[in-house]
């Protein structure tokens, strides 16, 4: 098993201003996930972060807007930049799904006023 | 990854066994069958996986149809606590990403 943490549990924002969120795991991991969950609705994977390289980003996502640091194997950050209010959601960072089993933190729940 | 098909809602009674259907009509040979489930204001919970066979743990059962089409997942004494989203995945066994559909929205009811 492994045990995710994340920074901040929630936070607001202004529009226009970016959010860093950090992701801990008490476990060292080849690759760690961030999802998105827009109010209402299913997860929807950003990027696969990488130790060492650049994280791969799905359709629809870009470096620009979600730039994603994995300075080591037991912690990555998402930045959300330029926020505006279609950002609000709630941000997930996850390991390990190559195992069988995935592992998610609590989530960020962020709100862009 | 296969396209799994849920319902969007259920309800059962506390005490009861809860099932909970997928269509995974286009699953390949290779792709396992996971089920996750979300509690209101956390992050998804893994539940329960198989290939081909029927599975049982601590926390449910899992039912294949002999031709992988459909699974069912079982909770046989649902309790308030289950009440969340289910979330029915179809996926080759060691690919690293998980594609969420949109889930069937399990109540509970006292």
């Known amino acids: 098993s492994a045990v995710i943490s994340q920074k901040p549990s929630r936070d607001i924002c202004q529009r226009g201003t970016s959010l860093t969120i950090q992701c801990q795991v008490d476990s060292q991991v080849t690759m760690m996930f961030w999802y998105r969950q827009q109010p209402g609705q299913s997860l929807t994977l950003i990027a696969t972060a990488n130790q060492g390289s650049e994280a791969t980003y799905e359709s629809g996502f870009v470096i620009d807007k979600f730039p994603i640091s994995r300075p080591n194997l037991t912690f990555s950050t998402l930045t959300v930049s330029n926020m505006s209010p279609e950002d609000s959601s709630i941000y997930l960072c996850?390991?390990?799904?190559?195992?069988?089993?995935?592992?998610f933190g609590q989530g960020t729940r962020l709100t862009v006023v | 990854d296969a396209k799994t098909t849920q319902p969007p809602s259920m309800d059962c009674a506390e005490g009861r066994a809860a099932n909970l259907p997928c269509n995974h009509s286009t699953i390949s040979g290779n792709e396992y069958v996971y089920w996750y489930r979300q509690i209101h204001s956390q992050g998804p919970q893994y539940i329960i996986h198989g290939l081909k066979n029927n599975e049982t743990n601590e926390m449910a059962s899992l039912i294949i149809t002999e031709d992988r089409k459909s699974s069912t997942l079982i909770l046989p004494h649902a309790t308030l606590r289950d009440t969340a989203v289910y979330y029915c995945?179809?996926?080759?066994?060691?690919?690293?990403?998980?594609?969420f559909g949109q889930g069937t929205r399990l109540t509970i009811n006292p």
């Open positions: 995945i179809v996926r080759v066994e060691g690919a690293q990403k998980l594609v």
């Open positions: 996850s390991v390990g799904p190559g195992t069988g089993k995935a592992f």
